[in-house]
């Protein structure tokens, strides 16, 4: 119980300071502790139409909005499937609210930007990303086949997977360098969903066949097919070098769909698994940097105005443009082009158990086990500035659903 009463307080911490109820949206981190100024630090609406400071948002504190709302209604449906609590509801039908808002608010069809600003509803950055897709069409996956959803949502996700399948299959082609496109229709930077990096081969794959089991439509079915082996062979050939946390994660999740949907091939079905227990055997070398010496970060310690960070040049733009770099010992070292501070202490171990969680019929090994416990009891979620307590509010409910560890 005690455990249990601080995962709702991480719940409870996330919905006051992170989620913004005038898009029904999470942003990516926090500059106050006080709700009423804890997104402080966004982009005015008139940066956001100048593509200021950059086409993607990178660094502006709403940049991974769509990853967040995949992830979190993801973690609902789990709650619910591990409690039976029909009052997860609500939480469900907000996290709805924010997705349906992305696709509204896009002037392409298909296309689901990052995020919404707070101001207007509606401004946004022209660059998403296929990370973005993945959690974003995961998480609407789960919500579809959930009891939580109903008759009126679903029409909806219908309406709006159709259109990202169809998105795809109208740009992910050579001719565009098998982008997905920024909302201006010209290549963006990464987006591209074919002819890619070995953890990134099943995202398209992926998004066809969740199109055919939410639509019921067979050619999404056959456009799945095309892509799938290839896809299915190419996803295991992660060299040992890459080691990258949330892509492994990405993969994992990536992949469930396709574990759970492909039932006319048994071969494809055990090469999709094969894949999935690969990268959760990966994730394994993560979790162990929740014991490199946690702290608690102070808030007031650090400017948490992206204006003020140092920065890196960044093309594919307006002139000038800049990607902010979040200060040292927060999330990630630049410098060493690595997790740093919340990063390594609890989003990346986070992002390990949760992916190793996923997979069906693997249990946690034991020291995985304990890494899962000692992460999720020393986290001091009040401290929390960044986003990474999300990945372990996804973590404990999905091992409450799995009945591992609690």
Known sequence: MELHDKMNQAWEISWARFFRPETNLFYDHISSKDPAHSQGHLPTVDEVRRQYPNVCGWGTGMEDSAIAAGVWIAAICDRFDATGDWGVKAYADKVWSGMARLAA?????????????PADGESHYINSSRDQYTHYVHGLWRFYRSPLSDDTQREAMRTIIAAICERMERNVIP???????????????????????????????????????????EHWYTLYQRYAWKAA???????????????????????????????????????????????????????WTCLNGYKPLDINAY?????????????????????????NNIAWDYAQDRADGEGAWIREPAEALLSQLMVPDRPLPPDQRDLLLHLLHQTDYDACITYGLFFAIAAYWRARKVAQVF
């Open 105 to 117: 608010i896009a002037r392409s069809p298909g296309f689901i930007p990052r995020s919404a600003h």
């Open 175 to 217: 001719e565009n360098d098998y982008s997905l496109c920024r909302e201006d229709g010209k290549p963006g930077k990464v987006d591209k969903m074919w002819d890619v990096w070995c953890h990134e081969w099943a995202r398209l794959p992926m998004i066809y066949i969740v199109g055919w089991d939410v639509t019921g439509d």
């Open 233 to 287: 062979r190419e996803s295991v050939t992660s060299p040992i070098w890459f080691r990258v946390a949330y892509a492994y994660m990405q993969a994992v999740f990536s992949l469930e769909p396709l574990v759970t949907l492909e039932r006319r091939d048994p071969n494809l079905r055990s090469a999709w698994l094969k894949a999935m227990q690969f990268y959760a055997n990966r994730m394994e070398g993560f979790t």
């Open 303 to 327: 400017d948490l105005d992206w204006r003020h960070w140092k920065s890196h040049p960044m093309d594919g733009g307006p002139a000038g443009a800049f990607c902010p770099c979040f200060p």
